[in-house]
């Protein structure tokens, strides 16, 4: 029976024979199991970092969605009832699938890699004839209020708080700007957004024309994401905290979008710059792939991951056993390159368990993915590992959030 740090993830008596696992901020301390939907169960471990929701849909493109669901029914379950408090954290980014086929139960896991790139501002240094340096005042910047909101923005793991905080900072500057008359809340919207639009960069922080800039704003910003985001009422839509991967696409669109207009009206009405450079993902991504080239990835039950190694040496390699490896090139600024590998159940088996995936070339280690859990893979037929791989700008706006 397949196990993920003790809980069971395949089921003795052949019915929930699908389910996903998710990382929990922290470890569960007590151990329930709870009924959720019609056929599902969600369970936690004590001292265990992962919770796992089983059920029966064997459709492999529908699992993430459906035991995402599923697990969040179980949490609300366990905290209501007085069990245990808990939440997921990096759910888009790790995460772990099985269901039945043909041949037997396949489980997949996924990772993500994220390279930080810090490209520090640039310092200009002014000097006279004679060659001395001309000192120049530090910048004194006017303070205003929406600029708490931006920092709390930029400062949470939770998407949902981010948008509201970065929207909140919008709305006070606006509402400043263009004092809100006795007109209803869509009327002075409109009519301060036609203002803003009179000035291109307004309109241009949002990568559209002034004539489009109004309208845009109200379907896509407002009615998309920030009347579901702020009200929650039967009937009518809303976006319930740890929302679906859906609703997600559309706030982290509308966050991204209201940051960048936040940050021109910080430079345009308060003469404040946000300063760094940045790098171009498809550089990196470029690079990336020359270095994948050639490698393979490993699985063993070694559970420590030390970045100073320089060379295959460690014994691990030894008893570790290779995955058929392909790497598909990046399709998009947001994707990188995407490491695959696969490996049959009985090959996996002449290790028992497993905890740590690594891409190593021929050289050296490359990339790791340590399980914060011991997999016991007894009955898995079949094993996939999705490596997906991005790049992200340090000194740029937050644009990665946990839950």
Same mark, same amino acid.
């Given at each position: 029976?397949?196990?993920?740090? *003790?809980?069971? /993830?395949?089921? %003795?008596?052949?019915?929930?024979?699908?389910?996903? $696992? #998710?990382?929990?901020? @922290?470890? !569960?301390?007590?151990?329930?199991?709870?009924?959720?939907?019609?056929?599902?169960?969600?369970?936690?471990?004590?001292?265990?970092?992962?919770?796992?929701?089983?059920?029966?849909?064997?459709?492999?493109?529908?699992?993430?969605?459906?035991?995402?669901?599923?697990?969040?029914?179980?949490?609300?379950?366990?905290?209501?009832?007085?069990?245990?408090?808990?939440?997921?954290?990096?759910?888009?980014?790790?995460?772990?699938?099985?269901?039945?086929?043909?041949?037997?139960?396949?489980?997949?896991?996924?990772?993500?890699?994220?390279?930080?790139?810090?490209?520090?501002?640039?310092?200009?240094?002014?000097?006279?004839?004679? *060659?001395?340096? /001309?000192?120049? %005042?530090?910048?004194?910047?006017?303070?205003?209020? $929406? #600029?708490?909101?931006? @920092?709390? !923005?930029?400062?949470?793991?939770?998407?949902?708080?981010?948008?509201?905080?970065?929207?909140?900072?919008?709305?006070?500057?606006?509402?400043?700007?263009?004092?809100?008359?006795?007109?209803?809340?869509?009327?002075?919207?409109?009519?301060?957004?036609?203002?803003?639009?009179?000035?291109?960069?307004?309109?241009?922080?949002?990568?559209?024309?002034?004539?489009?800039?109004?309208?845009?704003?109200?379907?896509?910003?407002?009615?998309?994401?920030?009347?579901?985001?702020?009200?929650?009422?039967?009937?009518?839509?809303?976006?319930?905290?740890?929302?679906?991967?859906?609703?997600?696409?559309?706030?982290?669109?509308?966050?991204?979008?209201?940051?960048?207009?936040?940050?021109?009206?910080?430079?345009?009405?308060?003469?404040?710059?946000?300063?760094?450079?940045?790098?171009?993902?498809?550089?990196?991504?470029?690079?990336?792939?020359?270095?994948?080239?050639?490698?393979?990835?490993?699985?063993?039950?070694?559970?420590?991951?030390?970045?100073?190694?320089?060379?295959?040496?460690?014994?691990?390699?030894?008893?570790?056993?290779?995955?058929?490896?392909?790497?598909?090139?990046?399709?998009?600024?947001?994707?990188?390159?995407?490491?695959?590998?696969?490996?049959?159940?009985?090959?996996?088996?002449?290790?028992?368990?497993?905890?740590?995936?690594?891409?190593?070339?021929?050289?050296?280690?490359?990339?790791?993915?340590?399980?914060?859990?011991?997999?016991?893979?007894?009955?898995?037929?079949?094993?996939?590992?999705?490596?997906?791989?991005?790049?992200?700008?340090?000194?740029?706006?937050?644009?990665?959030?946990?839950?």
């Amino acid at each position: 029976m397949a196990r993920l740090g *003790g809980i069971s /993830i395949t089921d %003795p008596e052949g019915k929930l024979t699908s389910g996903a $696992a #998710f990382l929990l901020t @922290r470890s !569960s301390k007590v151990s329930e199991t709870v009924d959720v939907g019609a056929s599902g169960k969600v369970t936690v471990l004590a001292g265990n970092p992962y919770v796992v929701a089983c059920h029966v849909d064997n459709k492999p493109d529908d699992l993430y969605a459906r035991g995402f669901e599923l697990m969040q029914e179980g949490l609300d379950l366990l905290s209501v009832t007085g069990k245990e408090d808990l939440t997921l954290r990096d759910f888009s980014d790790e995460y772990i699938l099985w269901w039945l086929r043909e041949k037997g139960q396949a489980l997949r896991i996924t990772s993500t890699f994220t390279l930080t790139a810090d490209v520090p501002p640039v310092t200009l240094v002014l000097k006279n004839e004679s *060659g001395e340096v /001309i000192p120049s %005042p530090p910048p004194r910047h006017q303070h205003h209020p $929406a #600029f708490r909101y931006h @920092r709390l !923005s930029q400062i949470t793991d939770d998407l949902h708080d981010a948008m509201r905080n970065i929207y909140l900072a919008f709305e006070l500057m606006l509402s400043d700007k263009y004092p809100k008359g006795k007109e209803n809340e869509n009327d002075w919207l409109r009519r301060s957004l036609g203002e803003l639009a009179k000035h291109p960069n307004f309109p241009a922080a949002l990568h559209k024309y002034p004539n489009e800039f109004v309208d845009y704003f109200m379907d896509h910003i407002y009615k998309g994401a920030r009347l579901p985001l702020f009200h929650a009422k039967v009937g009518r839509d809303y976006y319930p905290p740890q929302a679906a991967a859906d609703e997600r696409v559309i706030l982290h669109s509308a966050f991204e979008a209201v940051t960048r207009l936040v940050l021109r009206m910080f430079e345009d009405w308060y003469d404040v710059r946000r300063m760094g450079g940045a790098v171009f993902p498809k550089w990196v991504y470029e690079n990336m792939e020359k270095l994948f080239a050639g490698a393979k990835m490993f699985a063993s039950r070694h559970n420590v991951v030390d970045p100073s190694e320089k060379d295959l040496s460690h014994p691990r390699f030894k008893t570790a056993v290779a995955m058929e490896t392909r790497i598909t090139p990046h399709r998009s600024a947001e994707e990188g390159p995407l490491v695959t590998a696969e490996i049959d159940g009985l090959t996996l088996g002449s290790i028992g368990a497993v905890r740590l995936f690594e891409l190593v070339s021929s050289e050296a280690p490359l990339m790791a993915h340590l399980l914060e859990a011991e997999l016991d893979t007894d009955g898995i037929e079949w094993l996939e590992c999705h490596c997906k791989t991005r790049v992200t700008n340090a000194r740029q706006p937050k644009c990665l959030f946990k839950w």
